[in-house]
């Protein structure tokens, strides 16, 4: 899938977030979080912020790229950073490319625990917003998202490492302190190489040129907001999910093959019922043309047909809808986990009444409006007098009859 094919939810520098419909778009919508984003039109790809998802560097010996998950597991935990790999991993490393036998990694790992409000149910994939963009080469990158100042390192223009520096109204001096810091750490690596410069890209940091070549003496560059990467292949991205994202898809698809299961069940019972009738036609016909051949054969017909109709009165009966047990599971599956007590559940084949306490009168408005809704109890017209309420407990009668005709 091409970067074209997908939109992408990527933070802003203030703290709001913007929905780009392809990585070739020049403009984006805004949205508040990514939590309430609801469109399925197209397949979504968020791009989190470095407070979400860290981006570690690392540069481990040119070896089997079979090995490398495990040495990338192994450095992880040797820097303290919490690993998972069940439901779904945690992390994951892209192999950058090599140089002097040294191979650069980069490995995004998700915040933990995830914050809530970043959850998509239905994206297809996260990775670090750096990542879908173009960095400047052999340059240290300040970036701003969601009003802090990130540290980016890159090789050959893309994400390798970064982090958060700190608010956009840090001074300058500590901001210069981060910068020579990482430039002698990176340098200090062997095979990573000479850091040229510094670029601040954005208008924010850009303002922050002047003052801060006083206090570090690499070369300043000046950039607009780095550029989208429009040449990505999605289908290169590893898959990152987190926790509550891959289990509601997983619930998701479990459910599809519940109906598509359902469905199938359903279609083979008509096409059974429907070979039982013909059976049935057929032995009606037989009989009536044994009855017109032979008299003396019209009592066995006569039972075949008295059989049919009582198979057919029978057919409500084994509507499992109407069972009293499934009624009542119905009943209890819409139930909050407190607030709701029924003491007493009575069904008839076209009315069935609930005797209970509830929290307050609320609750028990509340309990009736969900009977209402439920699609297998639907077919009930639901009423409930006014609850009698003692020590703040209301407690209802609620009564549903069946419509006439269902």
């Known amino acids: 899938m091409s970067a074209s094919a997908a939109s992408f939810l990527l933070p802003d520098?203030?703290?709001?977030?913007?929905?780009?419909?392809?990585?070739?778009?020049?403009?984006?919508?805004?949205?508040?979080?990514?939590?309430?984003?609801?469109?399925?039109?197209?397949?979504?790809?968020?791009?989190?912020?470095?407070?979400?998802?860290?981006?570690?560097?690392?540069?481990?010996?040119?070896?089997?790229?079979?090995?490398?998950?495990?040495?990338?597991?192994?450095?992880?935990?040797?820097?303290?950073?919490?690993?998972e790999k069940t439901p779904t991993p945690n992390f994951a490393w892209h192999l950058l490319g090599q140089s002097q036998g040294q191979s650069?990694?980069?490995?995004?790992?998700?915040?933990?625990?995830?914050?809530?409000?970043?959850?998509?149910?239905?994206?297809?994939?996260?990775?670090?917003?750096?990542?879908?963009?173009?960095l400047p080469a052999n340059n240290l990158c300040i970036v701003e998202e969601l009003g802090l100042l990130v540290l980016v390192a890159n090789f050959q223009g893309r994400l390798w490492h970064s982090h958060v520096t700190g608010f956009a109204e840090m001074p300058v001096q500590d901001l210069a302190r981060e910068l020579d810091l990482a430039r002698l750490t990176l340098e200090s690596q062997e095979g990573f190489g000479v850091v040229r410069g510094v670029t601040l890209a954005g208008e924010r940091p850009a303002a922050l040129a002047t003052e801060l070549r006083k206090?570090?003496?690499?070369?300043?560059?000046?950039?607009?907001?780095?550029?989208?990467?429009?040449?990505?292949?999605?289908?290169?991205?590893?898959?990152?999910?987190?926790?509550?994202?891959?289990?509601?898809?997983?619930?998701?698809?479990?459910?599809?093959?519940?109906?598509?299961?359902?469905?199938?069940?359903?279609?083979?019972?008509?096409?059974?019922?429907?070979?039982?009738?013909?059976?049935?036609?057929?032995?009606?016909?037989?009989?009536?043309?044994?009855?017109?051949?032979?008299?003396?054969?019209?009592?066995?017909?006569?039972?075949?047909?008295?059989?049919?109709?009582?198979?057919?009165?029978?057919?409500?009966?084994?509507?499992?809808?109407?069972?009293?047990?499934?009624?009542?599971?119905?009943v209890t599956s819409i139930m909050p986990p407190s607030g709701i007590v029924i003491k007493r559940f009575s069904a008839k084949p076209t009315e069935i009444e609930l005797r209970g306490d509830a929290r307050d009168l609320q609750t028990a408005a509340q309990f009736l409006e969900d009977l209402k809704k439920h699609p297998k109890l639907d077919r009930f017209h639901w009423e409930m007098p006014t609850p009698d309420i003692k020590n703040k407990i209301a407690s209802f009668r609620i009564t549903g009859k069946m419509d006439s005709g269902t």
């Open 13 to 83: 520098t203030e703290p709001s977030w913007r929905l780009w419909r392809s990585l070739a778009s020049t403009k984006a919508e805004p949205v508040s979080s990514p939590a309430e984003f609801r469109e399925q039109s197209r397949p979504i790809v968020v791009g989190l912020p470095a407070t979400a998802c860290r981006t570690i560097g690392l540069m481990l010996p040119t070896v089997d790229t079979t090995l490398l998950p495990s040495m990338v597991e192994a450095q992880l935990e040797r820097r303290g950073i919490h690993v």
């Open 104 to 134: 650069f990694v980069s490995v995004d790992v998700l915040a933990h625990p995830f914050p809530g409000d970043l959850a998509v149910p239905h994206a297809v994939n996260y990775t670090a917003a750096l990542r879908l963009v173009t």
């Open 215 to 330: 206090y570090i003496s690499m070369p300043i560059e000046v950039a607009g907001p780095p550029g989208a990467n429009r040449g990505l292949d999605l289908k290169a991205l590893p898959k990152l999910l987190p926790v509550s994202v891959f289990t509601a898809q997983a619930n998701r698809e479990s459910r599809r093959r519940l109906v598509s299961v359902g469905m199938l069940t359903m279609v083979l019972y008509a096409i059974l019922f429907a070979l039982g009738w013909w059976h049935l036609q057929s032995l009606k016909a037989e009989a009536a043309d044994l009855e017109a051949r032979a008299s003396g054969l019209r009592e066995p017909a006569e039972r075949v047909r008295t059989s049919f109709e009582r198979w057919r009165a029978l057919e409500p009966a084994v509507e499992k809808q109407r069972y009293p047990m499934m009624q009542l599971s119905h």
